[in-house]
């Protein structure tokens, strides 16, 4: 049985600095590995994990090499998507030893299991938070699911296509996402999109798939649904998810951290 963990939003910033003059990502992200790391025993063991997007929080080489330093301790295999706050360039470069990376055009990947493939799509725009796909990034999904056929597929995406009620990042929403939502309506498996960009847990439907955004691992986008709410973030708990086939595709929320227990129930019996 495939096991997938999806990790999303650390934002790395330089050493030294906070992201957003608050959060010192860094540590969250350390922790997440460390939480990853040590659960592997009770959860494992995890074909692959990928990061959602937005690794970083200006795009910088800097940025890339201490995400990579962070995460050099994982014990699995990962992979990364770009999101807005991403430099594609940049994270080309700074992953162009992997083989999943490709040389030229959107980061999109394929990765293919015996009982399930998990396709990461890029949705970045140079210079602009919302997200779109080029028709070049749709040709490829239709392309890799008509290889698929009736398999269980996950689709990762940074820029969610629907609305949360979150409204200061709703407009930055993955934009033009009609073409999206009928591709991945007509496919004949089990299909699961999965986001980020919201750094909260939060499920939707999207045509007739549903559609899980993934907590981020430090701070997230403040839970206040009220018009014209300011942009905020809230210092919640991180998570991570963790993605596997049992009947069909469940989705476990992992919160990022060290906590007491496990205790028995009944101790006594
Ligand atoms: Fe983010
Ligand atoms: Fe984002």
């Not at 995890?46 to 200006?58: E, K, N, Q, S, Y």
């Not at 009620?165 to 591709?183: A, H």
């Not at 993605?243 to 129930?265: A, K, M």
Request: net charge negative; charged share 20%.
């Amino acid at each position: 049985m495939t096991k997938i963990i999806q990790i999303s939003d650390p934002h790395i910033v330089p050493e030294g600095e906070l992201a957003y003059g608050q959060v010192d990502t860094a540590i969250y992200l350390k922790a997440c590995v460390e939480t990853i790391n040590r659960f592997l025993p009770e959860i494992g063991p995890v074909d692959m994990a990928f990061v959602a997007g937005d690794l970083t929080d200006f795009g910088t080489a800097e940025e890339y090499k201490r995400f990579c330093n962070i995460m050099e301790p994982l014990e699995i295999p990962y992979r990364v998507i770009p999101g807005n706050h991403d430099n594609v360039s940049k994270m080309r470069t700074s992953f162009s030893d992997k083989d999943w990376m490709p040389n030229s055009g959107p980061i999109n990947w394929t990765a293919e299991f015996p009982d399930i493939a998990l396709i990461g799509l890029d949705t970045n725009v140079d210079g602009k938070s919302h997200g779109h796909l080029t028709a070049n990034s749709l040709n490829y999904l239709e392309e890799k699911l008509a290889v698929f056929g009736t398999k269980p597929v996950i689709v990762a995406t940074h820029h969610p296509p629907v609305i949360t009620g979150i409204e200061k990042m709703d407009i930055q929403n993955l934009r033009d996402s009609n073409k999206l939502k009928s591709i991945l309506s007509t496919y004949q498996g089990e299909l699961k999109l999965v986001c980020g960009h919201i750094h909260r847990n939060i499920v939707a439907q999207f045509g007739s798939v549903i559609c899980q955004i993934g907590p981020g691992t430090s701070h997230a986008v403040s839970m206040d649904l009220r018009e014209g709410a300011p942009n905020c973030l809230t210092k919640e708990p991180g998570a991570f998810l963790l993605h596997e086939i049992r009947n069909g595709i469940i989705t476990h929320s992992i919160p990022v951290g060290q906590f007491d227990g496990p205790y028995l129930f009944y101790p006594d019996r």
